[in-house]
């Protein structure tokens, strides 16, 4: 299973490695040495938390930590659904790569080794990425027709998970949590748009169900 | 010193919200209720990662390609593999190579 998993890693390895890759780049112009770069990229393992992290840092400590963090707070409900679907005996070692594509490609999967093969093929790439960028990053994103293609799949990759759950009450929810999203992303609150989705859909799409129950 | 201490700090704080409902198997309700934030929550993630994708339109198109392979296959990779490559060829065409 866990070969499995790091086989289903691929489409994410391509979508990490280029934004990995920038995250380096501009974390060193940000004034964060190497291995302070490469061992964000070790230790946090969150690309938009710590894109956050290295912009806030020259306004003040304190943004700079807790608005990562609070970007983050999302993951909460990934835990909650994975616990749900998978039987966790290493809690400890799955949390940590629990990413949003890992969480997204997670829920196909029935054994917790699956999901060790996904987390070890996506922090490979992102640290690898990272430290690919700090040596040589402005060669390897010379060609700028190539690495939006890489981060590309990405959203291919959601797309696929997505055609399962267009059927019923789930269709509602996809709608629902879409919506929000795209509302969220147009005043800049992507992250805060994409927790909330997580909470919003299930009591919309049941309250929706509800009426409809009564009005039969 | 100040990059190290935000680093751990971050680093604590992601960590923490990934493995404490792991660990404590927090139920924030039925079964239902997780069923539709998950689907809520992939396709939170589709829309951002589509607005956030260069070009956009590249992106929808590509995605097409996306859909008509998988429909045809159902093979996860070589959909997204189609789908890279088709967004390589519509950029470039696009930026008029």
Redesign the interface.
């Known amino acids: 299973m866990f070969k499995k998993g790091l086989k289903g890693s691929v489409p994410i390895v391509l979508g990490y490695f280029p934004v990995a890759v920038t995250f380096a780049i501009s974390a060193m112009a940000m004034g964060f040495s190497e291995t302070e770069t490469i061992l964000a990229s070790m230790l946090i393992f969150a690309g938009a938390s710590q894109f956050a992290l290295i912009a806030l840092m020259p306004q003040s400590f304190l943004s700079a930590v807790v608005i990562p963090i609070a970007l983050n707070l999302r993951h909460i409900v990934y835990g909650c659904i994975v616990s749900r679907r998978v039987n966790v005996k290493k809690p400890f070692l799955t949390a940590f790569g629990l990413t949003d594509e890992v969480f997204a490609l997670s829920l196909n999967a029935d054994d917790e080794k699956f999901i060790w093969g996904l987390e070890v093929g996506a922090y490979l790439a992102w640290v690898l990425g990272t430290l690919a960028g700090t040596i040589g990053g402005s060669f390897l994103l010379s060609s700028e027709a190539i690495a939006p293609s890489l981060t590309f799949s990405l959203t291919a990759l959601f797309l696929i998970l997505l055609i399962p759950n267009l059927k019923g009450y789930r269709a509602l929810a996809v709608a629902v949590g879409g919506t929000v999203a795209m509302i969220f992303n147009m005043i800049g609150c992507a992250s805060i748009g994409i927790l909330l989705a997580g909470i919003l859909s299930p009591i919309i799409v049941s309250r929706v169900r509800a009426w409809s129950t009564t009005w039969r | 010193m ?10 604590l ?3 923490l ?7 404590f ?5 039925i ?25 956009v339109s ?2 929808v198109l ?2 097409i390609v ?2 008509l392979t ?1 429909l045809r296959w159902r093979n ?2 070589l ?2 593999l189609a ?3 088709a ?2 060829v519509i ?2 065409i696009q ?1 008029g ?1």
Request: hydrophobic share 50%.
């Open positions: 100040e990059h190290y201490l935000a680093i751990v700090m971050v680093a704080g992601t960590y919200a990934r493995y404490l409902p792991l660990r198997r927090f139920r924030i309700g079964e239902e209720y997780l069923e539709y934030s998950s689907a809520g929550l992939i396709s939170a993630l589709f829309v951002t990662s589509l607005a956030s994708s260069k070009p590249a992106s590509a995605l996306v859909l998988f996860l990779g959909s997204i789908g890279v490559a967004h390589l950029t470039l930026k190579y």
